[in-house]
T-cell receptor
Framework: GENVEQHPSTLSVQEGDSAVIKCTYS??????FPWYKQELGKRPQLIID?????GEKKDQRIAVTLNKTAKHFSLHITETQPEDSAVYFC????????????FGKGTHLIIQP | DTAVSQTPKYLVTQMGNDKSIKCEQN?????MYWYKQDSKKFLKIMFS???????INETVPNRFSPKSPDKAHLNLHINSLELGDSAVYFC??????????????FGEGSWLTVV
């Protein structure tokens, strides 16, 4: 099965600075890599995703990059704001079908004012 | 309208009891899931159903029994609750698309506390 490693487990940055969270996956057949944001007491919500035929995707202040050769993908948040404080999860899905997602262990992002 | 809804949101119960969590999605998705989030926030898949058929059954004790009466509903029944079952249980759904990604939508979660 798939295994997803996520680093760091906690990340503290000054407001306005950039934050980068990195993930690696084990199965080269994985083809879909979403990122979820979970605020305290809330459900995980998709913020951005990337498919294996794309190397980079951007949506306003967030971007995701994928390196299929190295089997790693990263989330980049620029100009961080207090509302970016949350737990972020990367995930990978193996192939198609109803296999669900394998999640990383999460990164607690803290934005310091 | 809530896309994936689950009830109850909070559940406090004693060890040894049996309890159920219900889930419904109105997105027309074919696939539904149960995920467990423990105290360390780790999200782990428990079950996956596609069109009422069990697809994934991870290493979950057989005290946990999912039931899907139709593709819009996936309920979770737990027998003989143990302290270690305390967690947040998330129901989720997605539309399976082969050879492409499928966004998973989560319900609000059910906070289960076993005392």
């Amino acid at each position: 099965g798939e295994n997803v490693e996520q680093h760091p487990s906690t990340l503290s940055v000054q407001e306005g600075d950039s934050a980068v969270i990195k993930c690696t996956y084990s199965d080269s057949a994985s083809n879909y890599f979403p990122w979820y944001k979970q605020e305290l007491g809330k459900r995980p919500q998709l913020i951005i995703d990337i498919r294996s035929n794309v190397g980079e995707k951007k949506d306003q202040r967030i971007a995701v990059t994928l390196n299929k050769t190295a089997k790693h993908f990263s989330l980049h948040i620029t100009e961080t704001q207090p509302e970016d404080s949350a737990v972020y999860f990367c995930a990978a899905r193996l192939g198609g079908g109803a296999d669900g997602l394998t999640f990383g262990k999460g990164t607690h992002l803290i934005i310091q004012p | 309208d809530t896309a994936v809804s689950q009830t109850p949101k909070y559940l406090v119960t004693q060890m040894g009891n049996d309890k159920s969590i219900k889930c419904e999605q109105n997105l027309g998705h074919d696939t539904m899931y149960w995920y467990k989030q423990d105290s360390k926030k780790f999200l782990k898949i428990m079950f996956s159903y596609n069109n009422k058929e069990l697809i994934i059954n991870e290493t979950v004790p057989n005290r946990f029994s999912p039931k899907s009466p139709d593709k819009a509903h996936l309920n979770l029944h737990i027998n003989s609750l143990e302290l270690g079952d305390s967690a947040v249980y998330f129901c989720a759904s997605s539309q399976v698309r082969w050879y492409s990604g499928n966004t998973i939508y989560f319900g609000e979660g059910s906070w289960l506390t076993v005392v």
